[in-house]
Protein backbone atom coordinates (compact mmCIF):
# COMPACT_ATOMS: atom_id res chain seq x y z
CA UNK A 1 0.00 0.00 0.00
CA UNK A 2 2.95 2.59 0.61
CA UNK A 3 4.29 1.52 -2.38
CA UNK A 4 0.64 2.64 -4.13
CA UNK A 5 0.70 6.19 -2.00
CA UNK A 6 3.73 6.80 -3.23
CA UNK A 7 3.22 6.97 -7.00
CA UNK A 8 0.20 8.57 -5.90
CA UNK A 9 2.04 11.14 -4.30
CA UNK A 10 4.47 11.91 -7.20
CA UNK A 11 1.52 12.81 -8.77
CA UNK A 12 0.86 15.45 -6.55
CA UNK A 13 4.39 16.86 -6.27
CA UNK A 14 4.59 16.97 -9.88
CA UNK A 15 1.36 20.02 -10.00
CA UNK A 16 3.71 21.94 -7.16
CA UNK A 17 5.66 24.78 -7.85
CA UNK A 18 8.38 23.65 -5.34
CA UNK A 19 9.19 20.77 -2.70
CA UNK A 20 8.36 23.65 0.10
CA UNK A 21 5.06 24.95 -1.76
CA UNK A 22 3.66 21.28 -2.33
CA UNK A 23 3.47 21.20 1.81
CA UNK A 24 1.24 24.68 1.98
CA UNK A 25 -0.65 23.09 -0.77
CA UNK A 26 -2.14 20.91 1.47
CA UNK A 27 -2.35 23.43 4.36
CA UNK A 28 -0.29 21.25 6.44
CA UNK A 29 3.58 22.53 5.99
CA UNK A 30 3.42 25.54 7.17
CA UNK A 31 3.43 24.81 10.97
CA UNK A 32 5.41 21.72 10.95
CA UNK A 33 8.48 21.27 12.81
CA UNK A 34 9.72 17.82 13.83
CA UNK A 35 11.53 16.54 17.18
CA UNK A 36 14.71 14.69 18.13
CA UNK A 37 15.30 11.65 20.46
CA UNK A 38 17.15 10.36 22.62
CA UNK A 39 14.85 6.88 22.45
CA UNK A 40 16.11 4.38 20.88
CA UNK A 41 15.97 3.92 16.96
CA UNK A 42 16.94 1.56 14.83
CA UNK A 43 20.17 2.17 12.64
CA UNK A 44 19.57 2.98 9.16
CA UNK A 45 21.56 3.96 6.50
CA UNK A 46 22.33 7.25 5.27
CA UNK A 47 22.60 8.70 1.68
CA UNK A 48 26.05 10.19 0.67
CA UNK A 49 26.36 14.10 2.42
CA UNK A 50 23.97 12.92 5.32
CA UNK A 51 20.83 14.13 4.29
CA UNK A 52 18.22 11.26 3.75
CA UNK A 53 17.63 10.28 -0.17
CA UNK A 54 15.42 8.48 -2.21
CA UNK A 55 16.32 4.76 -2.31
CA UNK A 56 17.79 4.45 0.95
CA UNK A 57 16.86 2.73 4.18
CA UNK A 58 16.51 6.00 5.90
CA UNK A 59 14.31 7.32 3.59
CA UNK A 60 11.86 3.74 3.70
CA UNK A 61 12.24 4.32 7.45
CA UNK A 62 11.54 7.97 7.74
CA UNK A 63 8.42 7.63 5.17
CA UNK A 64 6.84 4.68 6.86
CA UNK A 65 7.10 6.65 10.56
CA UNK A 66 5.60 9.87 8.95
CA UNK A 67 2.60 8.03 6.68
CA UNK A 68 1.96 5.92 10.34
CA UNK A 69 2.19 9.71 12.14
CA UNK A 70 0.08 11.84 9.98
CA UNK A 71 -2.32 8.58 10.07
CA UNK A 72 -2.56 8.56 14.09
CA UNK A 73 -2.50 12.48 14.23
CA UNK A 74 -6.21 13.01 12.11
CA UNK A 75 -7.44 9.74 13.08
CA UNK A 76 -7.12 10.87 16.87
CA UNK A 77 -8.34 13.81 15.90
CA UNK A 78 -11.84 13.25 13.86
CA UNK A 79 -13.02 10.10 15.66
CA UNK A 80 -15.53 11.80 17.34
CA UNK A 81 -17.68 13.35 14.71
CA UNK A 82 -19.37 10.33 13.18
CA UNK A 83 -20.48 9.59 17.15
CA UNK A 84 -22.10 12.81 18.05
CA UNK A 85 -25.52 12.11 17.63
CA UNK A 86 -24.50 8.83 20.13
CA UNK A 87 -23.05 11.64 22.41
CA UNK A 88 -26.32 13.11 22.80
CA UNK A 89 -28.31 10.08 23.04
CA UNK A 90 -26.03 8.30 25.83
CA UNK A 91 -25.14 11.94 27.53
CA UNK A 92 -28.42 13.84 27.48
CA UNK A 93 -26.78 17.00 25.56
CA UNK A 94 -27.77 18.60 22.76
CA UNK A 95 -26.34 18.62 19.26
CA UNK A 96 -24.81 21.90 19.68
CA UNK A 97 -23.00 20.57 22.78
CA UNK A 98 -21.76 17.04 21.33
CA UNK A 99 -20.27 19.11 18.08
CA UNK A 100 -17.76 20.80 21.31
CA UNK A 101 -16.01 16.96 21.87
CA UNK A 102 -14.17 18.07 18.07
CA UNK A 103 -14.55 22.09 18.56
CA UNK A 104 -12.71 21.62 22.00
CA UNK A 105 -9.95 20.25 20.64
CA UNK A 106 -9.60 22.16 17.32
CA UNK A 107 -9.97 25.13 19.09
CA UNK A 108 -6.72 24.49 21.34
CA UNK A 109 -5.18 22.93 18.07
CA UNK A 110 -5.38 26.51 16.24
CA UNK A 111 -3.49 28.41 19.12
CA UNK A 112 -0.88 25.64 20.00
CA UNK A 113 0.34 24.95 16.75
CA UNK A 114 1.20 28.78 16.43
CA UNK A 115 3.96 27.90 19.37
CA UNK A 116 4.80 24.44 18.87
CA UNK A 117 7.38 25.01 16.12
CA UNK A 118 9.17 27.28 18.73
CA UNK A 119 9.29 24.56 21.48
CA UNK A 120 10.73 22.09 19.21
CA UNK A 121 13.52 24.52 18.59
CA UNK A 122 14.77 23.55 22.40
CA UNK A 123 13.43 21.11 22.69
CA UNK A 124 14.28 19.07 19.66
CA UNK A 125 11.92 17.90 16.36
CA UNK A 126 11.50 13.95 17.36
CA UNK A 127 11.20 14.38 21.03
CA UNK A 128 8.48 16.45 20.79
CA UNK A 129 6.67 14.44 17.50
CA UNK A 130 6.78 11.29 20.01
CA UNK A 131 5.78 12.86 22.86
CA UNK A 132 2.41 14.28 20.61
CA UNK A 133 1.75 10.84 19.33
CA UNK A 134 2.08 8.77 21.98
CA UNK A 135 0.60 10.91 24.61
CA UNK A 136 -2.51 12.12 22.24
CA UNK A 137 -3.35 8.22 22.12
CA UNK A 138 -3.50 7.67 25.12
CA UNK A 139 -5.97 10.25 25.69
CA UNK A 140 -8.19 8.82 23.85
CA UNK A 141 -7.87 6.15 25.20
CA UNK A 142 -8.97 7.48 28.50
CA UNK A 143 -11.94 9.42 26.62
CA UNK A 144 -13.12 5.47 25.83
CA UNK A 145 -13.37 5.54 29.47
CA UNK A 146 -14.81 8.70 30.73
CA UNK A 147 -18.33 8.87 32.95
CA UNK A 148 -19.61 12.19 32.51
CA UNK A 149 -19.52 14.50 30.00
CA UNK A 150 -17.75 17.52 31.10
CA UNK A 151 -14.53 14.68 31.70
CA UNK A 152 -14.81 13.83 28.15
CA UNK A 153 -14.52 17.28 27.12
CA UNK A 154 -11.83 18.32 29.07
CA UNK A 155 -10.00 14.99 27.85
CA UNK A 156 -10.81 16.36 24.34
CA UNK A 157 -9.42 19.98 25.21
CA UNK A 158 -6.14 18.33 25.81
CA UNK A 159 -5.68 16.63 23.43
CA UNK A 160 -5.71 19.64 21.30
CA UNK A 161 -2.89 20.84 23.16
CA UNK A 162 -0.91 17.48 22.69
CA UNK A 163 -1.77 16.93 19.19
CA UNK A 164 -0.24 20.10 17.95
CA UNK A 165 3.63 18.79 18.10
CA UNK A 166 3.28 16.29 15.17
CA UNK A 167 1.17 18.70 12.33
CA UNK A 168 3.35 21.25 13.89
CA UNK A 169 6.79 19.70 13.41
CA UNK A 170 6.73 17.44 10.75
CA UNK A 171 7.35 19.11 7.30
CA UNK A 172 10.41 20.76 9.21
CA UNK A 173 11.83 17.55 10.20
CA UNK A 174 11.78 16.70 6.63
CA UNK A 175 13.29 20.35 5.73
CA UNK A 176 16.20 19.62 7.72
CA UNK A 177 16.79 15.77 7.35
CA UNK A 178 15.47 15.14 3.58
CA UNK A 179 17.65 16.02 0.42
CA UNK A 180 15.95 18.84 -1.68
CA UNK A 181 15.26 15.61 -4.42
CA UNK A 182 13.58 13.33 -2.13
CA UNK A 183 11.35 15.66 0.35
CA UNK A 184 8.52 15.90 -2.02
CA UNK A 185 7.35 12.62 -2.02
CA UNK A 186 8.60 12.66 1.57
CA UNK A 187 5.28 15.33 2.08
CA UNK A 188 3.09 13.20 -0.48
CA UNK A 189 3.53 10.24 2.04
CA UNK A 190 2.71 12.62 5.11
CA UNK A 191 -0.11 14.04 3.77
CA UNK A 192 -1.23 11.03 2.27
CA UNK A 193 -1.40 9.23 5.57
CA UNK A 194 -3.23 12.57 7.25
CA UNK A 195 -6.17 12.09 4.67
CA UNK A 196 -6.25 8.71 5.24
CA UNK A 197 -5.89 8.68 9.03
CA UNK A 198 -8.79 11.42 8.96
CA UNK A 199 -11.27 9.11 6.82
CA UNK A 200 -10.20 6.02 8.55
CA UNK A 201 -10.26 7.16 12.03
CA UNK A 202 -14.35 8.11 11.15
CA UNK A 203 -15.24 4.99 9.90
CA UNK A 204 -13.40 2.67 12.32
CA UNK A 205 -15.00 4.56 15.02
CA UNK A 206 -18.74 4.50 13.45
CA UNK A 207 -18.37 0.94 12.05
CA UNK A 208 -17.07 -0.21 15.65
CA UNK A 209 -19.76 1.93 17.50
CA UNK A 210 -22.34 0.68 15.87
CA UNK A 211 -21.62 -3.25 16.54
CA UNK A 212 -20.14 -2.58 20.27
CA UNK A 213 -21.46 0.94 21.24
CA UNK A 214 -19.00 4.50 21.16
CA UNK A 215 -16.70 3.48 24.11
CA UNK A 216 -15.54 0.58 21.91
CA UNK A 217 -15.41 2.78 18.74
CA UNK A 218 -13.36 5.61 20.49
CA UNK A 219 -10.91 2.54 21.93
CA UNK A 220 -10.58 1.25 18.98
CA UNK A 221 -9.24 4.75 17.06
CA UNK A 222 -7.07 4.92 20.44
CA UNK A 223 -5.21 1.50 20.49
CA UNK A 224 -4.78 2.00 16.27
CA UNK A 225 -3.00 5.43 17.25
CA UNK A 226 -0.76 4.05 19.59
CA UNK A 227 0.55 1.45 17.64
CA UNK A 228 1.06 4.34 14.87
CA UNK A 229 2.88 6.20 17.54
CA UNK A 230 5.25 3.23 18.38
CA UNK A 231 5.82 2.66 14.99
CA UNK A 232 6.95 5.93 14.66
CA UNK A 233 9.37 6.28 17.40
CA UNK A 234 11.07 3.64 16.23
CA UNK A 235 10.88 4.06 12.53
CA UNK A 236 11.79 7.54 12.73
CA UNK A 237 15.97 8.30 12.27
CA UNK A 238 16.88 10.78 14.66
CA UNK A 239 17.72 14.17 13.83
CA UNK A 240 21.47 14.36 12.43
CA UNK A 241 20.97 18.73 11.26
CA UNK A 242 18.80 19.93 14.30
CA UNK A 243 20.26 22.65 16.51
CA UNK A 244 18.79 23.88 19.38
CA UNK A 245 18.00 27.41 19.21
CA UNK A 246 16.10 29.85 21.62
CA UNK A 247 12.83 31.01 20.02
CA UNK A 248 13.20 35.25 19.53
CA UNK A 249 9.37 35.96 20.77
CA UNK A 250 9.97 40.01 19.08
CA UNK A 251 10.94 38.93 15.59
CA UNK A 252 8.13 36.11 15.29
CA UNK A 253 5.59 38.74 16.30
CA UNK A 254 7.24 41.04 14.43
CA UNK A 255 6.28 39.30 11.63
CA UNK A 256 2.93 38.12 12.45
CA UNK A 257 2.12 41.91 12.43
CA UNK A 258 3.39 42.73 9.12
CA UNK A 259 1.30 39.85 7.64
CA UNK A 260 -2.34 41.92 8.15
CA UNK A 261 -0.54 44.77 5.98
CA UNK A 262 -0.77 42.54 2.76
CA UNK A 263 -4.05 43.83 0.74
CA UNK A 264 -4.92 39.89 0.06
CA UNK A 265 -3.66 38.02 3.58
CA UNK A 266 -6.22 38.57 5.66
CA UNK A 267 -8.97 38.01 3.36
CA UNK A 268 -7.38 34.36 2.50
CA UNK A 269 -7.31 33.87 6.46
CA UNK A 270 -11.00 34.78 6.02
CA UNK A 271 -11.47 32.08 3.62
CA UNK A 272 -9.90 29.54 5.33
CA UNK A 273 -12.08 29.82 8.74
CA UNK A 274 -14.91 29.95 6.31
CA UNK A 275 -13.63 27.00 4.09
CA UNK A 276 -13.35 24.38 6.69
CA UNK A 277 -15.91 26.22 8.99
CA UNK A 278 -18.76 25.41 6.82
CA UNK A 279 -17.40 21.85 5.93
CA UNK A 280 -17.52 20.43 9.46
CA UNK A 281 -20.67 21.73 10.13
CA UNK A 282 -22.28 19.92 8.04
CA UNK A 283 -20.44 16.69 8.75
CA UNK A 284 -21.33 17.40 12.59
CA UNK A 285 -24.71 17.62 11.98
CA UNK A 286 -25.28 14.78 8.97
CA UNK A 287 -25.51 11.90 11.65
CA UNK A 288 -27.88 13.42 13.48
CA UNK A 289 -30.55 13.52 10.10
CA UNK A 290 -29.51 10.46 8.12
CA UNK A 291 -29.98 8.28 11.11
CA UNK A 292 -33.31 10.09 12.26
CA UNK A 293 -36.42 9.14 10.03
CA UNK A 294 -37.67 8.93 7.44
CA UNK A 295 -33.91 7.61 6.54
CA UNK A 296 -33.28 5.43 9.58
CA UNK A 297 -29.79 4.78 8.05
CA UNK A 298 -27.42 2.76 10.76
CA UNK A 299 -24.24 4.36 12.38
CA UNK A 300 -22.29 1.80 9.70
CA UNK A 301 -23.81 3.18 6.84
CA UNK A 302 -23.40 7.04 7.99
CA UNK A 303 -19.64 6.11 8.98
CA UNK A 304 -19.66 4.97 5.53
CA UNK A 305 -20.56 8.12 4.12
CA UNK A 306 -17.16 9.47 5.17
CA UNK A 307 -15.87 7.55 2.97
CA UNK A 308 -16.66 10.63 0.07
CA UNK A 309 -13.72 11.98 1.42
CA UNK A 310 -11.89 10.13 -0.88
CA UNK A 311 -12.83 12.34 -3.93
CA UNK A 312 -10.83 15.14 -1.96
CA UNK A 313 -7.63 13.07 -2.92
CA UNK A 314 -8.57 14.28 -6.55
CA UNK A 315 -10.21 17.54 -6.30
CA UNK A 316 -7.53 19.01 -4.18
CA UNK A 317 -4.67 18.02 -6.78
CA UNK A 318 -7.15 18.65 -9.74
CA UNK A 319 -8.04 21.85 -9.01
CA UNK A 320 -4.80 23.10 -7.45
CA UNK A 321 -3.55 21.91 -11.03
CA UNK A 322 -6.15 24.28 -12.67
CA UNK A 323 -5.30 26.79 -10.73
CA UNK A 324 -1.97 26.77 -11.41
CA UNK A 325 -2.34 26.61 -15.64
CA UNK A 326 -5.30 29.25 -15.09
CA UNK A 327 -4.57 31.13 -12.17
CA UNK A 328 -5.71 30.70 -8.42
CA UNK A 329 -8.31 33.98 -8.73
CA UNK A 330 -9.86 32.05 -11.62
CA UNK A 331 -10.26 28.82 -10.08
CA UNK A 332 -11.34 29.41 -6.74
CA UNK A 333 -14.73 31.15 -6.74
CA UNK A 334 -15.94 27.89 -8.97
CA UNK A 335 -14.89 26.12 -5.50
CA UNK A 336 -17.17 27.95 -3.77
CA UNK A 337 -20.30 27.97 -6.21
CA UNK A 338 -19.57 24.23 -6.11
CA UNK A 339 -19.84 24.26 -2.58
CA UNK A 340 -22.90 26.55 -2.50
CA UNK A 341 -25.03 24.07 -5.09
CA UNK A 342 -24.35 21.23 -3.04
CA UNK A 343 -25.84 22.49 0.11
CA UNK A 344 -28.77 23.28 -1.68
CA UNK A 345 -29.06 19.76 -2.84
CA UNK A 346 -28.83 18.43 0.84
CA UNK A 347 -31.82 20.46 1.75
CA UNK A 348 -33.67 18.14 -0.64
CA UNK A 349 -35.52 14.77 0.56
CA UNK A 350 -33.91 12.32 -1.69
CA UNK A 351 -30.71 10.48 0.15
CA UNK A 352 -29.40 10.42 -3.34
CA UNK A 353 -29.34 13.89 -3.69
CA UNK A 354 -28.21 14.23 -0.16
CA UNK A 355 -25.62 12.72 -1.05
CA UNK A 356 -24.70 14.21 -4.35
CA UNK A 357 -24.96 17.53 -2.31
CA UNK A 358 -22.19 16.03 0.13
CA UNK A 359 -19.98 15.00 -2.68
CA UNK A 360 -20.10 18.26 -3.83
CA UNK A 361 -19.36 20.21 -0.72
CA UNK A 362 -16.28 17.71 0.22
CA UNK A 363 -15.19 18.60 -3.69
CA UNK A 364 -15.53 22.12 -3.58
CA UNK A 365 -14.25 22.09 -0.41
CA UNK A 366 -10.15 20.51 -0.83
CA UNK A 367 -10.22 22.21 -4.28
CA UNK A 368 -10.50 25.11 -2.60
CA UNK A 369 -8.32 24.93 1.00
CA UNK A 370 -5.54 23.92 -1.91
CA UNK A 371 -5.40 26.88 -4.01
CA UNK A 372 -6.03 29.21 -0.99
CA UNK A 373 -3.45 27.36 1.36
CA UNK A 374 -0.63 27.81 -2.28
CA UNK A 375 -2.14 31.00 -2.42
CA UNK A 376 -1.29 32.37 1.13
CA UNK A 377 2.54 30.86 0.84
CA UNK A 378 2.77 32.55 -2.26
CA UNK A 379 1.85 36.21 -0.96
CA UNK A 380 3.74 35.51 2.53
CA UNK A 381 6.78 36.16 1.24
CA UNK A 382 9.80 36.02 3.54
CA UNK A 383 7.17 35.30 5.88
CA UNK A 384 5.78 32.69 4.27
CA UNK A 385 6.00 30.41 7.22
CA UNK A 386 4.37 32.72 9.77
CA UNK A 387 1.87 33.42 7.17
CA UNK A 388 0.61 29.51 7.03
CA UNK A 389 0.93 29.35 10.11
CA UNK A 390 -1.74 31.94 10.39
CA UNK A 391 -3.81 30.36 7.54
CA UNK A 392 -4.16 27.08 9.39
CA UNK A 393 -5.12 29.29 12.24
CA UNK A 394 -8.05 30.26 11.32
CA UNK A 395 -8.60 27.40 9.63
CA UNK A 396 -8.75 25.32 12.61
CA UNK A 397 -10.68 28.14 14.20
CA UNK A 398 -13.30 28.09 11.50
CA UNK A 399 -13.95 24.40 12.50
CA UNK A 400 -14.22 24.93 16.33
CA UNK A 401 -16.36 28.08 15.96
CA UNK A 402 -18.39 27.06 12.82
CA UNK A 403 -18.70 23.37 14.24
CA UNK A 404 -20.32 24.21 17.44
CA UNK A 405 -22.42 27.16 16.29
CA UNK A 406 -24.10 24.98 13.77
CA UNK A 407 -25.43 23.03 16.55
CA UNK A 408 -28.00 26.18 17.46
CA UNK A 409 -29.38 26.51 14.21
CA UNK A 410 -29.86 22.74 14.01
CA UNK A 411 -32.14 23.10 17.38
CA UNK A 412 -33.88 25.84 15.78
CA UNK A 413 -34.71 24.68 12.44
CA UNK A 414 -33.51 21.25 11.88
CA UNK A 415 -31.53 20.45 8.82
CA UNK A 416 -32.62 23.08 7.18
CA UNK A 417 -30.98 25.39 9.93
CA UNK A 418 -27.76 24.25 9.37
CA UNK A 419 -27.95 24.60 5.48
CA UNK A 420 -28.81 28.16 5.86
CA UNK A 421 -25.64 28.48 8.05
CA UNK A 422 -23.44 26.37 5.80
CA UNK A 423 -25.07 28.31 2.73
CA UNK A 424 -24.17 31.86 4.40
CA UNK A 425 -20.34 30.65 5.30
CA UNK A 426 -19.87 29.70 2.05
CA UNK A 427 -21.74 32.86 0.31
CA UNK A 428 -19.53 35.10 2.06
CA UNK A 429 -16.73 33.06 1.21
CA UNK A 430 -17.88 33.20 -2.34
CA UNK A 431 -18.10 37.15 -2.51
CA UNK A 432 -14.14 37.36 -0.83
CA UNK A 433 -13.48 34.95 -3.59
CA UNK A 434 -14.64 37.36 -6.14
CA UNK A 435 -12.74 40.61 -4.54
CA UNK A 436 -10.11 38.31 -4.89
CA UNK A 437 -10.52 37.86 -8.49
CA UNK A 438 -9.80 42.03 -8.84
CA UNK A 439 -6.68 41.45 -6.33
CA UNK A 440 -3.33 42.98 -7.94
CA UNK A 441 -1.25 39.75 -8.18
CA UNK A 442 2.47 39.91 -6.95
CA UNK A 443 5.46 40.18 -9.04
CA UNK A 444 7.25 36.50 -9.91
CA UNK A 445 9.97 37.06 -7.12
CA UNK A 446 11.23 34.12 -5.15
CA UNK A 447 11.61 34.81 -1.60
CA UNK A 448 13.34 32.11 0.39
CA UNK A 449 11.59 30.69 3.70
CA UNK A 450 12.81 32.71 6.87
CA UNK A 451 15.17 30.46 9.42
CA UNK A 452 12.84 29.44 12.20
CA UNK A 453 16.07 31.13 14.40
CA UNK A 454 15.05 34.41 13.63
CA UNK A 455 11.28 33.93 14.19
CA UNK A 456 10.23 31.49 10.94
CA UNK A 457 7.59 29.08 12.54
CA UNK A 458 6.93 26.42 9.26
Known amino acids: ?22 AIYHGIAAMSTSASSDAPTKSVAWGGDDLIRH ?76 ASLLSSAVLVL ?30 TYLSEEMHPESIGL ?49 ALPTSRHFRPQALQWRALFARFAGMFRDAGLPWLFAEGFLLLGAFVTVYNYLGYRLLAPPYNLSQTVVGLIFGIYLVGTFSSAWMGHLAGKLGRRKVLWTALALM ?18 ITAITFGFFGGHSIVSSWVGRRGGAAKAQASSMYLFSYYMG ?24 GALVLVGLLIALWLYRLQPLPQIITPPTPMSKGAMP
Not at 4 to 22: E, F, K, P, T
Not at 146 to 171: D, E, H, K, Q
Request: hydrophobic share 55%.
Open 340 to 357: LFGVACTMMESLWLIIFG
Open 399 to 422: SSVAGASGGLFYAAAGWNGVAWFV
Open 186 to 234: GMGLYISGSAVGGMSGRLISGVVADYFGWRAGVGVVGVVGLISGLVFWQ
Open 1 to 22: MLGLLSRACRVVAHHCADDYAC
Open 55 to 130: GTPAFRHTNLALFAAGFATFGLLYCVQPLMPQFSQHYGVSAAASALSLSLTTGVLAFAMLFAGGVSDAWGRKSVMV
Open 142 to 171: ITALMPNWYALLAIRTLLGLTLSGLPAVAM
